[in-house]
């Protein structure tokens, strides 16, 4: 019971979408690129160039020939850090209150994100 009440409630990932990460695992380690989508449920993230599975697809309307195409598939964000181009490094997303809301700040430097 827990277990489904936690995958319904996702975790809380520090990680967004359009944030600059980098790989620090796998085979696309020392990779940067752009988080393209999110999927907190699962904590996983798509980020761009990284990760290319080949799907096959069928014919349809906009894709009449069908075929093999190439796209990026979802890395678990534990394998992923924030890039911080200001120090030009990777750093952790921690929050702080500021008054009633809660924002995103580097953990080295304390820039809001």
């Given amino acids: 019971m827990l277990r489904k009440i936690k995958k319904e ?14 790989v620090i695992s ?4 020392g990779v940067k690129g752009k988080v ?18 080949k799907k096959h ?3 349809t309307q906009q894709n ?8 990026e598939a979802p890395i678990h964000v ?4 924030l890039f911080n181009a200001k120090i030009n490094d990777v750093s952790r997303a921690v929050f702080k ?3 009633d809301s809660r924002i995103r700040v580097c953990k080295k430097t304390g820039d809001e994100i």
């Fill in 26 to 29: 796998g085979k696309y380690k």
């Fill in 57 to 59: 697809t069928r014919p």
């Fill in 9 to 22: 409630i996702g975790n809380k990932m520090r990680i967004k979408k359009g944030d600059n990460v980098v």
């Fill in 36 to 53: 393209l989508k999110s999927f907190p449920t699962q904590n996983k993230v798509i980020v761009e160039r990284v990760n290319f599975i």
């Fill in 78 to 81: 534990s394998n992923v850090k």
């Fill in 64 to 71: 009449p020939q069908g075929g093999i195409v190439e796209k």
């Fill in 97 to 99: 209150k500021a008054g």
